[in-house]
């Protein structure tokens, strides 16, 4: 079974080159996959697309992904989306405020691969 088949997922990140390379990683493994640049754009694009998953940047512009998140669980369907935290801040208080903000991942993005990503994505919708 194809786990990426139809699975909408949004790319949170104001790194512009990591958000293009993981989104055409996403497109390329079969996801249906899209960028926003800062928190409030992702923000406005995840309430508008209620993507399946949802890759969110800790450290961003306009909104951090911390606030992002807080938002999102705010919201009917942004309660139980999937989220992880893909962040360059490795701390073990930032680990337990994403587990606390109901996020399903705590991610730093330089202990990663962009394949390693890609199958604990997989994995998480095989999982359901």
């Known amino acids: 079974m ?5 699975k909408k997922i949004l790319v949170v ?3 512009e080159n990591l958000r293009t ?3 055409d990683k ?3 493994s079969g ?4 960028g926003a640049k800062d928190g ?3 923000l406005t694009k995840a309430l508008a697309m209620h993507p399946d998953m949802v890759l969110l940047d800790g450290m961003m512009p306009k909104l951090t992904g911390w606030e992002v998140l807080e938002k999102l669980r705010q919201d009917v369907w942004g309660k139980d989306v999937n ?5 360059a801040v490795d701390q073990a208080d930032n680990v337990a405020k994403a587990m606390e903000s109901g996020s399903c991942q705590y991610l730093v993005k330089t202990n ?6 890609v199958n604990k994505i997989k994995k998480m919708f095989a999982g359901k």
Do not use: C
Not at 2 to 6: G, L, R, Y
């Open 2 to 6: 194809d786990t990426a088949k139809n």
């Open 13 to 15: 990140d104001d790194d």
């Open 21 to 23: 390379v993981l989104v």
């Open 26 to 28: 996403l497109s390329i």
């Open 31 to 34: 996801f249906d996959a899209e």
């Open 40 to 42: 409030l754009e992702g």
């Open 83 to 87: 989220v992880i935290m893909l962040t």
């Open 112 to 117: 990663y691969s962009l394949d390693e990503v």
